[in-house]
C-alpha cells in the first residue's frame, strides 16, 4: 500500500515510525516532512493546505491512503476535496470531513454538543460583539480563574485564563474586536476547572472504536509549570492515575456518547479524536476535543500501540474497526521534547544538531531539515526523545540520559517532566 502523510512535526514523525512497521506497506511519502522522516520515507515539498496539489500527487502516484496529521486542512475540508475529485474515487482517508473537523473548529460547537448528549464539561455561554455586557455579566457569576477561548483555530494561543476579573473584561473586549483575528470573532467564558489535566485518544470509525490509551503533556516552558505555553514540552503514557475506575468512566460519559452523538448527527467520523480531559476529585470532564492526535502526545501513545497501524487504518476507513486486531504495551513511555533557545518566544533556526550515541530510545523530529549531510533546527520544537520503562521513573531515566547525546546551539529542555506524577504511580 502506498500512503501519503500529512504533516512535518514530532507527531507525524511519531505516525510515520509506526506505519513504516507494517509490511503491508509499499511506499511512505509526507507532505512536507522533516529531516528525521526523510531516514523512513520519501519527503514531498507539498504544503498541507495545497489541496489541489496533493490531489495531483495522490493520482500521479497511485497513493491507496491519505493520512492528515495537523488540524488546519481537517477544518479547512481536505477529506471533502480529495473525495470530489473522481480520479481518487478508491482513495483511504484517515481525518474526519469538515462536519466533524467542527469539534476543534469551533469552541462553541463543541460545547453545545457535550452538553446536547450530556457530555460531562464545564458551564459557559458563547459572546458575540453584540453581547458584551452579558458576557460581562456572566463572567461576574463565576469564580477566578477565568477561562477565554476564540472560537475557531487561533494556532493554540487562543485560550486565556486569567486571575483578575478587570482583565478579563477587558481581554474579553480585546478578542472580541480581532485580537486572534476571526478565530475571535466569537468567544467561549468557561467555568474554570480545578484538577488534573489528561488526555485520551480514539481512534473511531464512525460506529466502533480503540482507545489509544491517555497522556499528560506538559505545556509551560519553565520546570514547575512556569513561564510561557508552548506547544508541549514532554509526555508521558499512561497517566497513574487513569485505572480501571477512572478509564471506566471516561468510556462510558464520554467517549461513548460522543461517538452516539456523532452518529446521531449524521455526522460520518473516521480518524482520531483527542480528549482533552481534567480529573476533577476523580471525575472527568471534557475540556475541548480535537480531532487529530497531540504533539507531544503522539510520541509516547504510538510507541505503546501493539498493532499494525496500516492495518488499523485500513478498518478505520472501511468502516471494519471493531473486528481489527489491538492491543496496548503495559510499560511506560515518557519523551522529553529539545527546543530552540527563545522559544516560544522569538528563536533563530539553522543550527547544527548532532545525534550521538543514542541507545534504548526513540528519536522523534519535529523542526529539523537536512542541508547537505548536515541537520539542522528549523522550528522551535526540535527533537523528541521518547523511552520505555517498567517504571515511569525507568522510562524517564532513559529519555534524559539520552537528551545528553542531542546538542545544537540554545539545545533547551524541561528536567521535571512526569514528577508530579510520581506520587501517584503505583
Same mark, same amino acid.
Given at each position: ?10 507527531r507525524?514523525h511519531a ?6 512497521? !507494517?509490511?503491508? @506497506?509499499?511506499?511512505? %511519502?509526507?507532505?512536507?516532512?522533516n529531516?528525521?522522516?526523510a531516514?523512513?520515507?520519501e519527503?514531498v ?5 495545497? *489541496? ?21 486542512p ?8 480529495l ?12 481525518g ?9 473548529g469551533?469552541?462553541? +460547537?463543541?460545547?453545545?454538543?457535550? /452538553? ?23 463572567l ?7 477561562? @477565554? ?9 487562543g485560550?486565556l485564563? @486569567?486571575?483578575?476579573?478587570q482583565e ?9 474586536e480581532?485580537? +486572534?483575528?476571526k478565530? !475571535?470573532? #466569537?468567544?467561549?467564558?468557561?467555568? %474554570?476547572?480545578?484538577?488534573?489535566e489528561?488526555s485520551? /485518544?480514539?481512534?473511531t470509525d464512525?460506529?466502533d %472504536? ?9 505545556k #509551560? ?6 513561564? @510561557?505555553?508552548?506547544?508541549?514540552m ?14 471506566q ?6 467517549? #461513548? ?17 483527542? *480528549?482533552?480531559?481534567?480529573?476533577v ?12 492526535? &497531540? ?15 496500516i ?14 486486531? +489491538?492491543?496496548?504495551? !503495559?510499560?511506560?513511555c515518557? =519523551? ?5 533557545k527563545? %522559544?516560544p ?8 544538531i ?6 534504548g530510545?526513540?528519536i ?8 547537505g ?12 526523545? !521518547?523511552?520505555? &520503562?517498567k517504571?515511569?521513573q525507568q522510562?524517564?531515566d ?12 540554545g539545545? =533547551? ?12 504511580e503505583?
Open positions: 500500500m502506498k500512503v501519503l502523510l500529512l504533516g512535518g512535526g514530532g507525524e505516525l510515520a515510525w509506526k506505519m513504516a512497521e !507494517s509490511p503491508e @506497506l509499499e511506499k511512505l %511519502y509526507v507532505a512536507p516532512g529531516a528525521g522522516m531516514e523512513i520515507a519527503n515539498n507539498i504544503k498541507v493546505s495545497d *489541496f489541489q496539489g496533493i490531489a495531483d500527487f495522490v493520482a500521479r502516484e497511485g497513493i491507496h491512503m491519505v493520512v492528515v496529521g495537523p488540524e488546519d481537517l477544518v479547512e475540508g481536505i477529506r471533502e476535496a473525495e470530489a475529485d473522481i480520479r481518487l474515487k478508491d482513495l483511504l482517508i484517515i474526519p470531513g469538515k462536519a466533524g473537523a467542527i469539534l476543534e469551533s469552541k462553541d +460547537f463543541a460545547k453545545e454538543f457535550m /452538553f446536547k448528549y450530556q457530555i460531562p464539561t464545564a458551564a459557559y455561554m458563547t459572546v458575540t460583539p453584540d453581547r458584551i455586557e452579558e458576557g460581562v455579566g456572566f461576574k457569576t463565576l469564580r477566578p480563574p477565568y477561562v @477565554l477561548k476564540a472560537d475557531g483555530l487561533a494556532a493554540g494561543k485560550v485564563i @486569567l486571575e483578575d476579573l478579563a473584561t477587558s481581554e474579553l473586549k480585546e478578542m472580541l480581532g485580537k +486572534f483575528g478565530a !475571535s470573532q #466569537r468567544v467561549v467564558i468557561e467555568e %474554570y476547572l480545578q484538577g488534573i489528561i485520551v /485518544f480514539v481512534l464512525g460506529k %472504536y480503540k482507545i489509544l490509551g491517555s497522556a499528560k503533556d506538559y #509551560r516552558i519553565g520546570e514547575g509549570d512556569t513561564g @510561557l505555553n508552548t506547544g508541549g514532554g509526555a508521558v503514557s499512561p497517566v497513574p492515575f487513569a485505572d480501571g475506575i477512572f478509564n468512566k471516561v468510556e462510558e460519559k464520554i467517549i #461513548r456518547p460522543t461517538i452516539a452523538g456523532l452518529k446521531a448527527e449524521g455526522i460520518d467520523y473516521k480518524g482520531f479524536i483527542f *480528549f482533552g480531559l481534567m480529573n476529585e476523580g471525575e472527568p470532564k471534557v475540556i475541548e476535543y480535537n480531532v487529530r492526535m &497531540g504533539d507531544p502526545e503522539t510520541e509516547v501513545v504510538m510507541p505503546r500501540i501493539q498493532a499494525d497501524l492495518q488499523l487504518f485500513e478498518a478505520t476507513a472501511r468502516g471494519e474497526l471493531k473486528t481489527a486486531r +489491538f492491543a496496548m504495551d !503495559s510499560r511506560y515518557t =519523551t522529553v521534547m529539545l527546543v530552540a527563545g %522559544y518566544g522569538s528563536y533563530e533556526k539553522g543550527k547544527e548532532q545525534i550521538g550515541k543514542v541507545e530510545s526513540l522523534f523530529h519535529a523542526g529539523t531539515r537536512r542541508e549531510e548536515k541537520i539542522l533546527t528549523n522550528g522551535g520544537r526540535v527533537i523528541a526523545v !521518547s523511552s520505555y &520503562g517504571t515511569m522510562a524517564l532513559l529519555s534524559y540520559r539520552n537528551v545528553k547525546e542531542i546538542t545544537f546551539e539545545k =533547551t529542555y524541561r528536567g521535571d517532566i512526569g514528577k508530579d506524577l510520581m506520587k501517584l503505583n
